[in-house]
């Protein structure tokens, strides 16, 4: 490879390199702009597939792999896949962070997809 050459290549594959640098940041910029939501009532105003962390307790099962959560805020529609509880036992009395999705549904309903919830 004769000078000219590799300096294009070395230049190039140093924009790649920090082009994908700046891809990582902007991604993790973006995702620390989403935040997390606070509560229940500010969950229901994000868009889909906003990710969210809230602390509360599960009132009630509503459904199958749907249960009623609540907080000081309201109350909101949560979907835990059977496989997602780990064993894990709670009751309305216990405290719970669940870190999950918004879906918005048919009917301006909103519900969060638990990714994964903990007993506090």
């Known amino acids: 490879m004769n000078k000219t050459k590799l300096t294009a290549f070395l230049l190039a ?10 891809a ?16 229940v009532a500010a ?7 906003h990710k969210v ?3 509360g307790s599960i009132v009630k099962k509503t459904g199958h792999e749907h249960y009623e959560f609540r907080d000081a805020s309201g109350s909101v529609t949560v979907e835990i896949d059977d496989d997602d509880w780990r064993g894990l036992s709670v ?11 918004v879906e918005h549904k048919r009917g301006g309903q909103v519900e969060i ?3 994964r919830i903990v007993k506090l």
């Not at 594959?13 to 700046?22: I, N, P």
């Open 43 to 49: 969950a229901k105003k994000l868009a889909d597939d």
């Open 13 to 22: 594959a140093g924009l790649s390199v920090s082009g994908v640098a700046a």
């Open 91 to 101: 009751t309305a009395a216990d405290k719970v962070r669940i870190e999950g999705e």
């Open 53 to 55: 962390v809230l602390e």
């Open 24 to 39: 990582e940041t902007f991604g993790a910029a973006a995702q620390n702009q989403q935040g997390a939501a606070q509560t």
């Open 113 to 115: 997809e638990v990714d």
